[in-house]
C-alpha cells in the first residue's frame, strides 16, 4: 500500500523538484515581478503541495494566465483544501500519512 501511495505521489513529486530548480536558478535572475503575493512560482510550489499534480498545473496555468500588466495583483492564496491525506516533509516534497497499524 506505502508504494502504491508513493507512486502516486511521483507526478506531484516531480513537478515540485522542477518549481524548485526553477525558483533557485531562474526566478533570481527576474527579480521581484510579480504583481500578486505570494509570487507566482510560490503558488505553484503551494498548489502542487495541497492540490496534486492535475489541480496543482490547473491552477498555475489559471495563476500565470491572471499575471499581466493589466490586472492590479494583490494576495492570492490557493485555495484551502478541508482535509489532507498526505504530509509535506521538510525539503517541500509530498509524503503519505503514516498509517499506525
Known sequence: MR???ELWLL???AAL???HLYRRWVSPLYGEVCRY???CSRYAVEAYQS???LGGTALTAWRLLRCNPF???GIDD???RAHSHFVTN???FVRPIERKA
Do not use: Q
Open 17 to 19: 523538484a522542477c518549481m
Open 78 to 80: 490557493v485555495p484551502p
Open 71 to 73: 490586472t492590479a495583483g
Open 90 to 92: 521538510t525539503r517541500g
Open 3 to 5: 508504494f502504491a501511495a
Open 51 to 53: 492540490r496534486g499534480f
Open 11 to 13: 507526478p506531484r513529486n
Open 37 to 39: 503575493y505570494p509570487s
